[in-house]
């Protein structure tokens, strides 16, 4: 009778199974010990690195292929070699970034002010960097939307991704990994999440502009013509029919618009760089609010609330 083919998980002792499975079963106890002994889900971008890896060094293939005709004593000096391997790794790296890339993948990184030089060095540009300013709907740690307390700078994601604006999918590396910001040499996927940086430690625009004159100033009038929480104390004004609210709110709409518009032709800026020195545009606020801000061929706003325009 041919040997039955393994079809999903070992429910004997794993020695038995070992001595007298064939390599699928072997292959899957190998999988479930590697994931134990790393201390980490077989499904992980940090599991599949290392499994590679120990794979290589342990000669797992050969292992594999050769399994079902090995001897009893050969697939137990096998198997020890294999062990011995996923042990060796696991050591050398514990506590070590393998580079996956998953992290890199599910998120970019908030600037803090040890990131300053990489301006300076310029291996951080202004197209690279956008503002969150203060009021902005942001998803918390928990998984919670809510407004963010106070300004951050963050390396741009790819558009319609959460992933790094400096990850590299084909090669699944960084293109500034030597020089990463400090947030991504805090990542720990092997332990407990870093605590959060302190309030003091976050990069922000004063840093970068605070000596450039011209451009602080016009960062500081925008911010305080433009405030998302004004905006959206607006917005909730003018849902309680108070009109005089939505001064407020077609003011901060055109200024943060023709501002950007003059930052692009006057000052030839990417509108990528805009984001940077004004954070994301009122438009895109006011839709994460719901409401739908479109300019008309005379140059002005009009509103429409979402529901309404689909
Ligand atoms: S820190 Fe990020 S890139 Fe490094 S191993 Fe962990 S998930 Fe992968
Ligand atoms: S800067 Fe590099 S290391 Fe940091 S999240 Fe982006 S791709 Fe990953």
Redesign the pocket.
Known sequence: MPPRKFMGKVHQDPGEALAKGSREVMASIWEDYLAAVLQISAT???FK?LRRQIDAAAGFKEVFDNWNTLPLAARGAAWRRLMTAAGNRFKETKE?????????R?GSPTLLTHDLPRFQEEILTWNDVYTLRPGEQVTNREGTVEPLPEERLKVREVPGSRQCWFYLAATDSCRIYDNRPEQ?RR????SDPARPPAVAQLLTRQHLFAEVPEVWDLIKEHQERCDYRKVARALTDLAADREEASETLFEALHFDHYLRQLLISDWELTPAATELLLGRPVEAFLQTQGVIATLTPEGVFKLARQEETT
């Open positions: 992980s971008g940090r690195i070590t970034c393998v580079r996956c890339g998953e992290c890199c599910l991504c990542q720990n996927c092997w």
